[in-house]
């Protein structure tokens, strides 16, 4: 089994949280390791990282993404966009990523998952997370 590119898992972790966020919506009940094993076929650390870093903060990640989304709601965006904007979030204030890799790999699965709309606000969205962390620090 070939192993995959970090892009090519972050596309996995977008699909992952989008799974989650259907049965959240929904009242579905899940186990969040079956979702992740039902979508990749191995153990991987950083998927499971994201996953469950995304679901432990998705709090103080939504209340970022609300404080930067211009009369938008992060639960007014459609499932896959929420999961670009959460897992970005996600990398920019929990992992060492560089942000520069972090934004251009959202803005990347925008581009082959959204429209052009969304791409740029998702991308201003990240910038203004990226620059608010940087300033605090």
């Known amino acids: 089994m070939k192993q995959l590119t970090r892009?090519?898992?972050r596309e996995k972790i977008m699909t992952i949280l989008y799974q989650i966020n259907v049965y959240n919506k929904n009242k579905i009940k899940y186990n969040v390791d079956e979702v992740i094993n039902g979508i990749l076929d191995i153990d991987n650390d950083f998927v499971r990282?994201?996953?469950?870093?995304?679901?432990?903060?998705?709090?103080?990640?939504?209340?970022?993404?609300n404080k930067y989304l211009n009369k938008w709601?992060?639960?007014r965006l459609g499932h896959t966009d929420q999961s670009i904007i959460r897992l970005g979030i996600y990398e920019l204030l929990y992992t060492d990523t560089p942000a520069i890799v972090v934004i251009n790999e959202?803005?990347?699965l925008a581009k082959s998952f959204s429209d052009d709309d969304v791409r740029k606000m998702i991308n201003g969205v990240l910038d203004k997370v990226y620059h608010e962390k940087e300033n605090n620090e």
Do not use: H, M, P, W
Not at 49 to 65: H, M
């Open 73 to 75: 709601t992060i639960d």
């Open 106 to 108: 959202a803005v990347d």
């Open 49 to 65: 990282d994201c996953v469950y870093g995304v679901l432990t903060n998705i709090n103080i990640i939504d209340e970022k993404a």
């Open 7 to 9: 892009s090519e898992l």
